[in-house]
């Protein structure tokens, strides 16, 4: 037991020392006040904070221990003004991020609609928009300096208008825009990125070139991506942002044309055969109908005969196939 005092007491008097060396008690108390008005005046001068400080040098060491405290009474006070004084940094770190309101780590968020469906999505920024079949969106949030998002698939977008400059990213270009309302589909099996403007106005530059293409409503920019080009042309907006409707409409489509996108609007495979690509263009509106009802109606006006597997459809000239 004697032997326990004695080693407690040794460990008792060079922690003492240790402390007594180290806390340097006026300097500490000028160290931690100069620290601590850096954090406030830097990140958030109008609050004052620095009677929390003065609190916590009060309680590190309001009274000197006295001659008559027990040893281990004397060694848990020395401990705890070394926790405390550990403590402050910690603190100080957490008030740091507390008053600094431009620390916002970043975070990302992505926006999936899946094949054969759609998303109805509402940026940080307000502003709206859909989604169309197989389509993703990714962005980072909140906003920064930028609003820019991230498109593979199809997207209509409705902006709130902001000083920064909204940007929709996709595979070799981009799309800027301040406020509008705006269609972009982007498909990567698609050979173009077509951006049709409904509202407002937008510009579209390529990644290889710092060109922009400005279009006007009711003009259709096409970025050819074997060429890296891009070309403008008068359109009727609604038959290319209708699908946000649930309307799927269709004038004057060449057959292979049509059969991509109701692959997409149906989440079907549908195999053409090359005999029918280019011979027949459809001017048709798909609402409710179903993919069979499709499949019949087509059968009406085109010399064609379909059968269905599973999920997939195979369209053979009327001679090649029995019915289905």
């Given at each position: ?21 180290a ?99 509402i ?12 389509s ?65 106005s ?41 699908w ?5 409409k ?50 009406v ?5 379909y ?18």
């Amino acid at each position: 037991m004697d032997a326990y005092f004695q080693d407690e007491n040794a460990n008792s008097e060079l922690l003492g020392k240790q402390f007594e060396e180290a806390k340097n008690e006026p300097g500490l108390k000028h160290d931690l006040n100069k620290k601590w008005g850096e954090v406030l005046n830097a990140h958030s001068p109008e609050i004052d904070l620095k009677h929390i400080l003065h609190k916590i040098l009060f309680n590190i060491d309001p009274t000197e221990e006295k001659p008559h405290m027990p040893k281990t009474r004397q060694l848990y006070a020395r401990l705890s003004k070394i926790a405390a004084i550990l403590v402050l940094p910690l603190l100080a770190l957490s008030a740091f991020l507390v008053l600094d309101k431009s620390y916002s780590p970043l975070q990302f968020s992505e926006i999936i609609a899946p094949k054969g469906e759609k998303a109805q999505f509402i940026l940080p920024d307000g502003s709206t928009g859909y989604l169309n079949s197989g389509s993703t969106l990714k962005y980072a949030y909140p906003f920064q300096k930028n609003r820019t998002v991230e498109l593979r698939g199809e997207g209509f977008f409705d902006v709130v208008k902001d000083k920064m400059a909204f940007t929709v990213q996709v595979q070799g270009m981009k799309v800027e825009v301040h406020g509008t309302r705006f269609n972009v589909c982007a498909y990567d099996d698609d050979p173009d990125i077509v951006t049709t403007l409904e509202e407002g106005s937008v510009s579209v530059t390529s990644n290889t070139s710092s060109k922009e293409v400005k279009i006007s409503p009711g003009q259709q920019a096409v970025f050819s991506k074997a060429d890296n080009k891009t070309t403008t042309r008068d359109v009727d907006p609604d038959l290319y942002v209708s699908w946000k409707d649930n309307m799927l409409k269709l004038q004057d489509a060449p057959f292979a044309d049509v059969v991509k996108k109701m692959e997409r609007w149906y989440d079907v495979r549908i195999i053409l055969d090359n005999k029918l690509r280019h011979t027949q263009h459809y001017t048709m509106t798909i609402k409710t109908e179903s993919l069979r009802e499709m499949l019949d109606l087509m059968v009406v006006t085109t010399p064609m005969r379909y059968k269905v597997e599973k999920d997939i459809v195979y369209i053979t000239p009327k001679s090649n196939m029995p019915m289905k």
